[in-house]
Nanobody
């Protein structure tokens, strides 16, 4: 089993910054991609940013230039640095990872964290 645990959410004023962290643990052979998704009330979950094992990144247009995703491979951790936050960034942020677990051949599985609330409000 693989577990993802997020941290770093909270309340921040518009224009402020937050840094989210997500650590993967468990029976991990390799992690292919890690990413962040978010879901605001009444809206569908959307991809915010992801990063693969070659450090290739992809961002939603709405966060380009403001958010930065990075990985610590030794710690199986992904970060999301969020700057110049806007009210519309308010959502529950979910960590996601595509993992090859130990003991399952080379099959890939997708795992999700429990989510962390980010609220941008004055």
């Amino acid at each position: 089993q693989v577990h993802l645990v997020e941290s770093g959410g909270g309340l921040v004023q518009p224009g402020g910054s937050l840094r989210l962290s997500c650590k993967a643990s468990g029976k991990i052979y390799s992690i292919l991609t890690m990413g962040w998704h978010r879901q605001a009330p009444g809206k569908e979950r959307e991809l915010v940013a992801d990063i693969d094992s070659h450090d290739s990144t992809h961002y939603a247009d709405s966060v380009k230039g403001r958010f930065t995703i990075s990985r610590d491979y030794a710690q199986n951790t992904v970060y999301l640095q969020m700057n110049r936050l806007k009210i519309e960034d308010t959502a529950v942020y979910y960590c996601q990872a595509r993992v090859v677990p130990t003991g399952y051949g080379f099959a890939e599985y997708e795992f999700w964290g429990q989510g962390t609330q980010v609220t941008v409000s004055s």
